[in-house]
Nanobody, 123 residues
């Protein structure tokens, strides 16, 4: 099985920075696409950033030039560096990973979500 552990959220003042981490552990054979989502109160979950299996990145317009998503392939860890934070960035942030895991006799691809980490931007 696979477990994801998110960390790095918290309270920060406008203009500040935070770095989120999402560490995957378990019988991992490979990791495909990875994403960061966020959900603010009363709003739908939205895609913030994506990293493809070959490392290409895409960002929502609202975070472009402020957020940077990255992956450490050796540590099976996903990161989201968030700079110049704004109050409207306040949300619960979730990581998503498409993971190929080893089973008893074979392997299969499954979708995994982090538990979510709260980011609050307020003065």
């Amino acid at each position: 099985q696979v477990q994801l552990v998110e960390s790095g959220g918290g309270l920060v003042q406008p203009g500040g920075s935070l770095r989120l981490s999402c560490a995957a552990s378990g019988t991992i054979v490979d990791i495909g696409a990875t994403d960061w989502y966020r959900q603010a109160p009363g709003k739908q979950r939205e895609l913030v950033a994506s990293i493809t299996s070959i490392g290409s990145t895409n960002y929502a317009d609202s975070v472009k030039d402020r957020f940077t998503a990255s992956r450490d392939y050796n540590k099976n860890t996903l990161y989201l560096q968030m700079n110049s934070l704004k109050p409207e960035d306040t949300a619960v942030y979730y990581c998503y990973l498409r993971i190929k895991l080893m089973t008893n006799r074979n392997s299969r691809w499954d979708d995994y979500w982090g538990q979510g980490t709260q980011v609050t931007v307020s003065s």
